[in-house]
């Protein structure tokens, strides 16, 4: 079976696992993980943090992303555009979002943001501990990531996304480390 097969696969899989979490144990590792990656924000005075806007059955970091906004800490969340582009903008209010591309949501008629990054939060499907990432098949984090090697890149993910190795191409992004917890 070649690399794109496995990869569709063990997506469908992580998505079928992933709405199957348990409510009160999504809400433990949600955060469990958000205090880890506030952890590591203050520990190294991280200044510009890049994240996603939680849908679905991802991570929610909303509490996170909040708490980082009351810290002055500047938030950036992606705008998914065509040709596998980010369009970055700058977070000021949770409440202030537009839907965009298969649901995704992001900072309504925000400031774009060109500047480096300290910190890139990556939600994915599956992980391995190598720190590669399965994602949604888009291509979106593989092109970002590579175009910011300075920023430090973690990927966030329930501890039942780990599989023993996620199916590579030359083009897949390698994270600086990944969050997960075993609760």
Known sequence: MDIKAQKKILRQKMLVERSKIDPLNKVHYDHFISTQILNLILKNNYQVVHAYIPMGHEIDIAPLLQELLNKKVT??????????????????????????????????????????????VVPGLAFDLQNYRLGYGGGYYD???MAHPQAHKVGIFYPFQQVTEVPKEPHDACLDNIIFTEL
């Open 75 to 120: 938030v950036v969340c992606p705008k998914t555009l065509p040709a596998r582009i980010l369009e970055n903008r700058v977070l000021t209010s949770l409440s202030d979002l537009e839907t965009g591309i298969k649901g995704t949501q992001h900072p309504a008629n925000a400031e774009v943001y060109e500047g480096p990054y300290d910190l890139i």
């Open 143 to 145: 092109n970002f990531l």
